[in-house]
T-cell receptor, first 110, second 113 residues
């Protein structure tokens, strides 16, 4: 069983929709949780970074962590075609190594 | 801006060839990483270096080696390339510390024929 599970999609939504992306994990030692965005033919770039359980908001993006359920989410409000990308969840303990989910491919249709 | 560059965007090699993938970062980061990315498997860590000449195996080190002679440069070596090493290879770097963002290069698409 993978340490981090993420539905690979693909997910296709109309412009303006609310998008929900999710990951579950099994390692209770994970303390830091990230979402990376990867455009086609590019490397991943950090989108959101959270440490504790709860919500963190940045513009149209909200990251949610529920450590008790070992579940993290990324919500995108008022989705735009420019949000079309692969979204990767990642997490780690106190060390430097990240464990990634498989990535969810999102397409936002105009 | 942090910049991580990789020597090639696309590379085609033959089975049995020795392959070198180079990565350079310009922000004096201590940590450097090599991943491969495959459909259905996501990003998997091959090797990690936390200092010059220091390295640590990742989840899938078999068939690979690495070299870090200078802080800014981290090389991935395929001693004898095989078709199952056809993949997207991504290099990343970060500072040391718990709250350390990894910055990625654009990737090298390697095809082994």
């Amino acid at each position: 069983q993978k340490e981090v599970e993420q539905d690979p999609g693909p997910l296709s939504v109309p412009e303006g929709a609310i998008v929900s992306l999710n990951c579950t994990y099994s390692n209770s030692a994970f303390q830091y949780f990230m979402w990376y965005r990867q455009y086609s033919r590019k490397g991943p770039e950090l989108l959101m970074y959270t440490y504790s359980s709860g919500n963190k908001e940045d513009g149209r993006f909200t990251a949610q962590v529920d450590k008790s359920s070992k579940y993290i989410s990324l919500f995108i409000r008022d989705s735009q075609p420019s949000d079309s990308a692969t979204y990767l969840c990642a997490m780690k303990t106190s060390g430097s190594r990240l464990t990634f989910g498989e990535g969810t491919q999102l397409t936002v249709n105009p | 801006d942090v910049k991580v560059t990789q020597s090639s965007r696309y590379l085609v090699k033959r089975t049995g060839e020795k392959v070198f993938l180079e990565c350079v970062q310009d922000m004096d980061h201590e940590n450097m990483f090599w991943y491969r990315q495959d459909p259905g498997l996501g990003l998997r860590l091959i090797y990690f270096s936390y200092d010059v000449k220091m390295k640590e195996k990742g989840d899938i080190p078999e068939g690979y080696s690495v070299s870090r002679e200078k802080k800014e440069r981290f090389s991935l070596i395929l001693e004898s390339a095989s078709t199952n090493q056809t993949s997207m290879y991504l290099c990343a770097s970060s500072l040391v510390g718990a709250y350390n963002e990894q910055f990625f290069g654009p990737g090298t698409r390697l095809t082994v024929l």
